[in-house]
């Protein structure tokens, strides 16, 4: 908090032990008076000579070390430290208070201070004139009384009246002049002090020592006397001249003066033990708030307040916890231990049976023939009116009760505690007859009576509705999450329930209306509502007693707008604690002499809600400083900011002396997204930091009373921009912007332009080599034409110049073959078979040579005729089959006979015969076996034999060379296999290990 803020705080919890002292003179005096001193830093000096009350209800004084400013809570000094002053001393305030021009001048009487609108304006100024040279006589000032400049109480002097006109006084006569001093009459009279003389209402009075008085009014001198008991030099007058009030102090009782039609009256205040060694030397009475201030000249500033609450309890000096208590008659409760209290002390009691536990002090009821009805262990107990209380009735249950009310036809109604092994049950009582009227799942904490048949019972869990004709029990709907502790039926027939941690509700037209809860949720833990004749509520809690309009409520249930007023009264109103006790019945009496009483947990306190002064928050909100950067700015409605300001604060001045919890002050500003009001705390200072350029509006509200109406303080904040960042930069920036986007248009149009030419030239170029590329493609596509013509020719020629003559060679040798001759010669039979077997192959060689040659003209191409599988792989066995022999090698074929397919047949059979050929060239003395399945048109065919085997280096090329066509010098037959299932689209894999033989597996399309 800066120094310029406040200087120091009024804490109203700051002491524990001051409090409860002061509590005690609370119950005795009713008064509660607190001191504060610069030794506390409170005040910056003890010495407080003057008080005055401005137009906006802040309290102003004068101490050796400034003015002070005080709004209810906090003191905030005016002196050299805090404002240009270069002289602290201040003595007196004068002025007028409705036309708000209070001014004082300090000890150099050459600096004035103006007080207007709860601030202030130091001026120089020349020291003013306080004596008037009239018919050569000298007259002195009148400051009022005790006075601070009179020495000689036989000086003369003049006394200025609100209306304007002057007294002049000397022991001799009086003289009443106007504003111009012309005379308007004269009156010889002679006094002893000019202390004696005081004025009210204009009019000028002289109070003598046995109590008589002089006044003067209209040219004529008048007298009467005041009806006190004034001892001869046994009173002392106090008159603050500035407010106009006039105080008389006999033997430590001050005492308020009134001269309504010239008649002086004392109206006495308080009983002040300490007033006449405090050095007493200014006061103030607040009559709207209730407030008494005493300046001492020594000891600060004391303030009396006058709580309006009172705490009655059997033993002053112990702490006594109440709770259930009935009316006993139109001024007196009586509680469940059968003490009988007044609004002032405990005056009687009635010897009840003896409650040992919390439950036995919860609840009474008083019958229509002035019965008293309590529970006690499973009885209950009929305390008779006609035998002085002194006989009872008693009646017996296996429950103990928990609460009693009685109906508008006399009927006790008795609800019975849940246990171990019972249910909670409801007893009525009627013409000493027991009846059982309900049982609940849940115990009744509550019972009111809404009309001649239906009970409302309040539960832990939830509120019931009891029909009496029919003795059923509804539970209300969506009622299940309260804990009930009381229920109030009120003059309109509306149900209003008070809870546990839920605050309080209202039941109407079968739906439950829930409230706004109070700032810090005291309202939560309500405990019951009494209503007076005013149209207001009193729910007593256990944080304080609280006051609503309940037309503000009514309202509230229906729209669910707007804000509830709940005004909140705490241990400085006169509690001796500020914790109300419930879970009781009755919680609260409302007495036929207008007083309501509710039982706490120290005494029971009783007001008239008629008589209470409710203390409402003000209808002025001020702007006390703004605070720019530590730099203090003069408020105004409309203020300019720094641009790049880093922080912003206004501190609010908002006189009210009551409890400060009911003080609501919210503030929002509009354009920086606090789009909802944002509670004011104690400090009563709101920031902002870095704002943008711009105009704001900052509100800031207070909730002023019941009808939860506000008062608004509104301020228009301008931080200006730069150069950079107004509108019209902003639009200079968008053309600039614009232009450069039109300027890199062009120059990209520019390059786009000269890059087609680019690109056209080189275009041009590639064309020009492009045509001669595909020139010389067509002479490549002509050659290779003439090539494939040649090869076809070629083939042709194979056929008919090779494979004619190699067919008529083989069946020569064959025709020799069976010769008798060659037969007969084992050696030449050996020799000629050979030659017959290698024309064989060599004709073979030359088929397969033609047929692959003719698969790379025709690709891949199905057969258009179907074949057996089986048959194929055996013509090329027996191509292989003198071989085998030779080699003692024994083929098997497991094809399935029946395997019909539709494939390449001539790629198929170059295939097996390369297959079969490689896997013979690689075995000896071993077997060979062919393998085939299908499955979703995919023909396998594996070749197993047992030979030699491959190296896992020769697999991986065979295998990469499927992906990768690059020939090296290995078997030109497995080369020949991957170029003809590359062109088929078949696949080939193979497993090998060398000397264990190899698996060669062959997977193609077949149909």
Same mark, same amino acid.
């Given at each position: 908090?800066?120094?310029?803020?406040?200087?120091?705080?009024?804490?109203?919890?700051?002491?524990?032990?001051?409090?409860?002292?002061?509590?005690?003179?609370?119950?005795?005096?009713n008064?509660?008076?607190?001191w504060?001193?610069?030794?506390?830093?409170?005040?910056?000096?003890?010495?407080?000579?003057?008080?005055?009350?401005?137009?906006?209800?802040?309290?102003?004084?004068?101490?050796?070390?400034?003015?002070?400013?005080?709004?209810g809570?906090?003191f905030?000094?005016?002196?050299?430290?805090?404002?240009?002053?270069?002289?602290?001393?201040?003595?007196?305030?004068?002025?007028?208070?409705?036309?708000?021009?209070l001014s004082?001048?300090?000890?150099?009487?050459?600096?004035?201070?103006?007080?207007?609108?709860?601030?202030?304006?130091?001026?120089?100024?020349?020291?003013?004139?306080?004596?008037?040279?009239?018919?050569?006589?000298?007259?002195?000032?009148?400051?009022?009384?005790?006075?601070?400049?009179?020495?000689?109480?036989?000086?003369?002097?003049?006394v200025?009246?609100?209306?304007?006109?002057?007294?002049?006084?000397?022991?001799?006569?009086?003289?009443?002049?106007?504003?111009?001093?012309?005379?308007?009459?004269?009156?010889?009279?002679?006094?002893?002090?000019v202390?004696n003389?005081?004025?009210?209402n204009?009019?000028?009075?002289?109070?003598?020592d046995?109590?008589?008085?002089?006044?003067?009014?209209?040219?004529?001198?008048?007298?009467?006397?005041?009806?006190?008991?004034?001892?001869?030099?046994?009173?002392?007058?106090?008159?603050?001249?500035?407010?106009?009030?006039?105080?008389?102090l006999?033997q430590?009782?001050?005492y308020?003066?009134?001269?309504?039609?010239?008649?002086?009256?004392?109206?006495?205040?308080?009983?002040?033990?300490?007033?006449?060694?405090?050095?007493?030397?200014?006061?103030?009475?607040?009559?709207?708030?209730?407030?008494?201030?005493?300046?001492?000249?020594?000891?600060?500033?004391?303030?009396i307040?006058?709580p309006e609450?009172?705490?009655?309890?059997?033993?002053?000096?112990?702490?006594?916890?109440?709770?259930?208590?009935?009316?006993?008659?139109?001024?007196?409760?009586?509680?469940?231990?059968?003490l009988?209290?007044?609004?002032?002390?405990?005056?009687?009691?009635?010897?009840?049976?003896?409650?040992?536990?919390?439950?036995?002090?919860?609840?009474?009821?008083?019958?229509?023939?002035?019965?008293?009805?309590?529970?006690?262990?499973?009885?209950?107990?009929?305390?008779?009116?006609?035998?002085?209380y002194?006989?009872y009735?008693?009646?017996?249950?296996?429950?103990?009760?928990?609460?009693?009310?009685?109906?508008?036809?006399?009927?006790?109604?008795?609800?019975?505690?849940?246990?171990?092994?019972?249910?909670?049950?409801?007893?009525?009582?009627?013409?000493?007859?027991?009846?059982?009227?309900?049982?609940?799942?849940?115990?009744?904490?509550?019972?009111?009576?809404?009309?001649?048949?239906?009970?409302?019972?309040? $539960?832990? =869990? @939830? #509120?019931?509705r009891? %029909?009496?004709?029919?003795?059923?029990? !509804?539970?209300?709907? /969506?009622?299940?999450? &309260?804990?009930?502790?009381?229920?109030?039926?009120?003059?309109?027939?509306?149900?209003?329930?008070?809870?546990?941690?839920?605050?309080?509700?209202?039941?109407?037209?079968?739906?439950?209306?829930s409230?706004?809860?109070?700032?810090?949720?005291y309202?939560?833990?309500?405990?019951?509502?009494?209503?007076?004749?005013?149209?207001?509520?009193?729910?007593? $809690?256990? =944080? @304080? #007693?609280?006051?609503? %309009?309940?037309?503000?409520?009514?309202? !509230?249930?229906?729209? /669910?707008?707007?804000? &509830?007023?709940?005004?909140?009264?705490?241990?400085?109103?006169?509690?001796?604690?500020?914790?109300?006790?419930?879970?009781?019945?009755?919680?609260?009496?409302?007495?036929?002499?207008?007083?309501?009483?509710?039982?706490?947990?120290?005494?029971?306190?009783?007001?008239?809600?008629?008589?209470?002064?409710t203390i409402?928050?003000?209808?002025?909100?001020?702007?006390? =400083?703004?605070?720019?950067?530590?730099?203090?700015?003069?408020?105004?409605?409309?203020?300019?900011?720094?641009?790049?300001?880093?922080?912003?604060?206004?501190?609010?001045a908002?006189?009210?002396?009551?409890?400060?919890?009911?003080?609501?002050?919210?503030?929002?500003?509009?354009?920086?997204?606090?789009?909802?009001?944002?509670?004011?705390?104690?400090?009563?200072?709101?920031?902002?930091?870095t704002?943008?350029?711009?105009?704001?509006?900052?509100?800031?509200?207070s909730?002023?009373?019941?009808?939860?109406?506000?008062?608004?303080?509104?301020?228009?904040?301008?931080?200006?921009?730069?150069?950079?960042?107004?509108?019209?930069?902003?639009?200079?920036?968008?053309?600039?912007?614009?232009?450069?986007?039109?300027?890199?248009?062009?120059?990209?149009?520019?390059?786009?332009?000269?890059?087609?030419?680019k690109?056209?030239?080189?275009?041009?170029?590639?064309?020009?080599?492009?045509?001669?590329?595909?020139?010389?493609?067509?002479?490549?596509?002509?050659?290779?034409?003439?090539?494939?013509?040649?090869?076809?020719?070629?083939?042709?020629?194979?056929?008919?110049?090779?494979?004619?003559?190699?067919?008529?060679?083989?069946?020569?040798?064959?025709?020799?073959?069976?010769?008798?001759?060659?037969?007969?010669?084992?050696?030449?039979?050996?020799?000629?078979?050979?030659i017959?077997?290698?024309?064989?192959?060599l004709?073979?060689?030359?088929?397969?040579?033609?047929?692959?040659?003719?698969?790379?003209?025709?690709?891949?191409?199905?057969?258009?005729?179907?074949?057996?599988?089986?048959?194929?792989?055996?013509?090329?066995i027996?191509?292989?089959?003198?071989?085998?022999?030779?080699?003692?090698?024994?083929?098997?074929?497991?094809?399935?006979?029946?395997?019909?397919?539709?494939?390449n047949?001539?790629?198929?059979?170059?295939?097996?015969?390369?297959?079969?050929?490689?896997?013979?060239?690689?075995?000896?003395?071993?077997?060979?076996?062919?393998?085939?399945?299908?499955?979703?048109?995919?023909?396998?065919?594996?070749?197993?034999?047992?030979?030699?085997?491959?190296?896992?280096?020769?697999?991986?090329?065979?295998?990469?060379?499927?992906?990768?066509?690059?020939v090296?010098?290995?078997?030109?037959?497995?080369?020949?296999?991957?170029?003809?299932?590359?062109?088929?689209?078949?696949?080939?894999?193979?497993?090998?290990?060398?000397?264990?033989?190899?698996?060669?597996?062959?997977?193609?399309?077949?149909?």
């Amino acid at each position: 908090m800066s120094k310029t803020r406040v200087f120091f705080s009024f804490h109203y919890y700051c002491c524990f032990l001051i409090l409860m002292t002061t509590v005690k003179g609370i119950c005795q005096q009713n008064y509660i008076a607190r001191w504060f001193t610069a030794d506390n830093n409170e005040l910056p000096q003890s010495s407080v000579k003057a008080i005055v009350q401005d137009k906006y209800n802040f309290i102003w004084m004068t101490t050796e070390n400034g003015l002070v400013r005080y709004d209810g809570n906090n003191f905030l000094p005016f002196n050299a430290s805090t404002t240009n002053l270069k002289h602290s001393r201040f003595t007196d305030i004068f002025g007028n208070i409705q036309k708000d021009s209070l001014s004082s001048f300090n000890e150099s009487k050459k600096e004035l201070v103006l007080i207007k609108k709860g601030k202030v304006q130091v001026l120089k100024k020349d020291q003013p004139v306080y004596k008037i040279i009239r018919n050569k006589k000298r007259f002195f000032f009148h400051d009022g009384l005790p006075s601070n400049y009179t020495i000689n109480s036989f000086e003369p002097y003049y006394v200025r009246l609100a209306n304007g006109n002057l007294f002049f006084i000397d022991t001799q006569k009086i003289e009443l002049c106007d504003v111009k001093l012309r005379s308007i009459y004269k009156h010889a009279f002679k006094h002893n002090s000019v202390f004696n003389f005081f004025s009210l209402n204009n009019t000028l009075f002289y109070l003598y020592d046995n109590g008589n008085y002089d006044y003067f009014t209209k040219g004529r001198k008048s007298s009467g006397k005041l009806k006190l008991p004034v001892n001869k030099g046994k009173y002392k007058l106090y008159w603050n001249i500035t407010t106009g009030q006039v105080f008389l102090l006999v033997q430590n009782k001050l005492y308020f003066l009134s001269g309504a039609n010239n008649q002086l009256t004392a109206e006495p205040i308080v009983e002040f033990r300490e007033f006449e060694k405090s050095n007493i030397i200014s006061i103030y009475y607040d009559r709207k708030n209730l407030k008494l201030y005493l300046g001492s000249s020594t000891n600060g500033l004391c303030i009396i307040s006058f709580p309006e609450f009172k705490t009655v309890k059997k033993d002053p000096e112990k702490n006594e916890v109440y709770y259930g208590a009935t009316a006993f008659n139109d001024s007196t409760i009586v509680t469940t231990e059968g003490l009988i209290l007044n609004n002032r002390k405990v005056i009687d009691s009635i010897s009840f049976v003896k409650s040992d536990f919390l439950e036995e002090k919860l609840s009474i009821v008083k019958d229509d023939d002035n019965n008293i009805w309590l529970g006690r262990r499973r009885k209950v107990y009929c305390y008779l009116k006609k035998f002085g209380y002194k006989k009872y009735k008693t009646y017996h249950f296996s429950q103990n009760p928990k609460t009693l009310f009685k109906d508008h036809s006399n009927t006790i109604w008795i609800s019975m505690g849940e246990d171990e092994f019972h249910k909670a049950k409801l007893y009525s009582i009627k013409n000493s007859i027991i009846s059982l009227a309900a049982i609940s799942n849940n115990n009744i904490n509550f019972i009111a009576e809404y009309d001649q048949n239906t009970l409302y019972l309040g $539960t832990e =869990k @939830g #509120l019931l509705r009891f %029909s009496k004709n029919t003795g059923k029990i !509804y539970f209300v709907k /969506k009622s299940e999450k &309260i804990n009930i502790r009381g229920i109030f039926v009120d003059s309109e027939k509306k149900v209003w329930l008070t809870t546990y941690e839920k605050g309080f509700f209202l039941y109407d037209n079968n739906h439950l209306n829930s409230f706004p809860a109070d700032e810090d949720h005291y309202l939560n833990s309500s405990h019951c509502i009494i209503e007076d004749k005013k149209g207001f509520f009193w729910i007593p $809690t256990n =944080k @304080g #007693l609280f006051q609503v %309009s309940r037309k503000v409520l009514l309202n !509230y249930s229906k729209n /669910k707008k707007g804000n &509830i007023y709940y005004h909140q009264y705490n241990k400085q109103d006169g509690f001796l604690t500020n914790e109300f006790n419930g879970g009781c019945q009755p919680s609260g009496n409302l007495l036929k002499n207008n007083y309501i009483v509710f039982p706490s947990m120290n005494g029971f306190v009783f007001f008239n809600p008629y008589n209470v002064s409710t203390i409402l928050p003000g209808k002025e909100l001020f702007i006390d =400083k703004v605070i720019l950067d530590q730099k203090v700015l003069v408020p105004k409605d409309t203020i300019v900011l720094e641009n790049n300001f880093q922080r912003v604060s206004f501190l609010l001045a908002y006189p009210y002396y009551g409890n400060p919890e009911n003080m609501t002050i919210e503030a929002k500003m509009d354009k920086i997204g606090l789009d909802r009001w944002e509670r004011i705390k104690d400090e009563k200072s709101i920031s902002f930091t870095t704002l943008p350029p711009g105009e704001y509006n900052l509100t800031i509200r207070s909730l002023c009373g019941f009808d939860t109406n506000y008062i608004y303080k509104k301020v228009v904040l301008i931080v200006p921009a730069k150069f950079y960042q107004t509108i019209w930069f902003a639009i200079f920036c968008v053309i600039l912007f614009i232009l450069f986007i039109i300027f890199i248009w062009y120059v990209r149009l520019h390059y786009i332009k000269l890059k087609r030419k680019k690109l056209e030239y080189i275009i041009a170029k590639k064309t020009k080599k492009l045509a001669t590329a595909i020139h010389k493609l067509e002479i490549a596509e002509n050659d290779l034409k003439q090539e494939i013509k040649q090869h076809e020719t070629l083939v042709k020629s194979m056929s008919h110049d090779i494979k004619s003559p190699l067919k008529f060679l083989s069946a020569s040798i064959n025709h020799l073959f069976i010769n008798e001759t060659i037969q007969d010669n084992i050696k030449l039979k050996q020799k000629v078979e050979t030659i017959q077997a290698s024309t064989q192959q060599l004709y073979e060689f030359v088929e397969n040579l033609i047929k692959y040659s003719s698969i790379f003209m025709e690709g891949k191409k199905l057969e258009d005729k179907s074949y057996f599988l089986y048959d194929l792989i055996e013509q090329k066995i027996q191509i292989f089959e003198k071989i085998a022999e030779a080699e003692n090698i024994q083929i098997l074929n497991n094809i399935n006979p029946n395997l019909d397919i539709r494939t390449n047949k001539k790629a198929l059979s170059i295939i097996i015969h390369n297959l079969i050929d490689n896997a013979i060239k690689n075995t000896k003395n071993g077997t060979i076996e062919l393998l085939c399945s299908t499955q979703k048109n995919i023909l396998t065919l594996k070749i197993i034999d047992n030979g030699k085997g491959m190296s896992q280096e020769l697999i991986d090329y065979y295998l990469d060379f499927y992906k990768k066509p690059i020939v090296k010098n290995y078997h030109l037959g497995l080369h020949m296999i991957i170029e003809l299932l590359i062109i088929i689209k078949g696949n080939i894999n193979i497993a090998s290990a060398i000397n264990e033989g190899t698996t060669i597996e062959i997977m193609v399309e077949y149909n």
